[in-house]
């Protein structure tokens, strides 16, 4: 996690060799993590289209909001890491199982933000329609909360020392009807498991919010705000949109005790920004506005 060398490190690579798209990759999204802005910067030999082209899907979602520039990045993630002629595994017609099966797919079933957010909603799916299967890559990290996110399951099956082929078979095999990707086209995916089709259908929820331009993906779970209708033609997924917001939460969490402002070293007055996303979201453009806003209020004390 040395940003600063690695970064260093990459641009010498590139200036030896500007035809690496997979060092661009690295470049760019190390650039957005340290807030060094803007990310894309010219480099001798290499156009500003070759630097938009080796962008990763995940660092595109921060690059840019074009939604056309954001397909084309998954696209062209899809066409590079996936193996799209393996054959399909599921039965084009489903099964007909007296609970229909879920299964939840996921490398984040621990202390991380998608089983914050979806714990309770794994608990709470009702038991006499629907039978709920986990399926995961995730580290045991010996939380309270994952313990909590295996235990909401009525089967849990462990992936991570499977090949693809292989953990697309294990799913196979339990007959899922609806096999829900977490994952998205994030870090850890595996979005290979998803091209060999092992459930009849495959939705993507939570984890990327962009599209993923796979062609295993047949829908999205969003809302207009995420997806308005407007850029759903951006998307290779059908979106299936819920009524009032997408994204889930735990109502069970914890809350902790209100800390002063003191104790926070914040002045006494003035109104506080607070963010606590991943640098690698935030643009130059964002924290102008922030910092226009505050400069805006009244008491000009914004912080």
């Known amino acids: 996690r040395d940003f600063e060398r690695a970064e260093a490190m990459l641009l010498r690579s590139l200036q030896a060799d500007p035809a690496q798209p997979g060092v661009i990759q690295h470049w760019v999204h190390l650039r957005q993590k340290q807030c060094k802005w803007p990310a894309l910067v010219d480099i001798p030999g290499i156009s500003r289209g070759e630097m938009l082209k080796g962008t990763s899907p995940l660092a595109m979602l921060s690059a840019s909001d074009d939604p056309g520039m954001q397909l084309a990045a998954a696209v062209r993630f899809v066409n590079e890491k996936v193996d799209q002629r393996v054959p399909r595994l599921s039965p084009v017609r489903g099964y007909q199982h007296p609970r229909l099966r879920i299964g939840f797919l996921s490398s984040d079933f621990c202390l991380h933000a998608v089983s914050l957010l979806t714990v309770q909603l794994f608990e709470l799916l009702d038991r006499q329609r629907f039978e709920v ?9 010996g ?23 292989t953990a697309a078979r294990t799913i196979r095999e339990h007959e899922i009807d609806v096999l829900v990707d977490l994952q998205g086209i994030t870090s850890g995916a ?6 060999h089709r092992p459930a009849p259908v495959q939705m993507t929820y939570l984890g990327f919010p962009g599209p993923t331009g796979h062609p295993g993906i047949d829908y999205v779970v969003a809302d207009r705000f995420l997806i308005p209708d407007i850029e759903s033609p951006y998307y290779t997924e059908r979106p299936l949109y819920l009524p009032h917001i997408f994204q ?35 643009t130059g ?15 000009g004390n914004a912080e």
């Open 143 to 165: 939380t309270a909360l994952r313990k909590r996110v295996l235990g909401a399951f009525d089967h849990y099956v462990r992936i991570a020392d499977m090949d693809d082929a």
């Open 248 to 282: 889930c939460s735990d109502r069970l969490r914890p809350v902790g005790t209100l800390p002063t402002r003191a104790e926070c070293g914040l002045p006494d007055k003035g109104f506080v920004f607070c963010c606590f996303n991943n640098n690698h979201k935030f």
């Open 190 to 195: 595996r979005p290979n498991i998803i091209a």
């Open 285 to 299: 453009d964002m924290f102008d506005a922030w910092l226009a806003d505050g400069v805006a209020r009244k008491d």
């Open 133 to 141: 299967y986990g399926f995961c890559w995730s580290r045991e990290d």
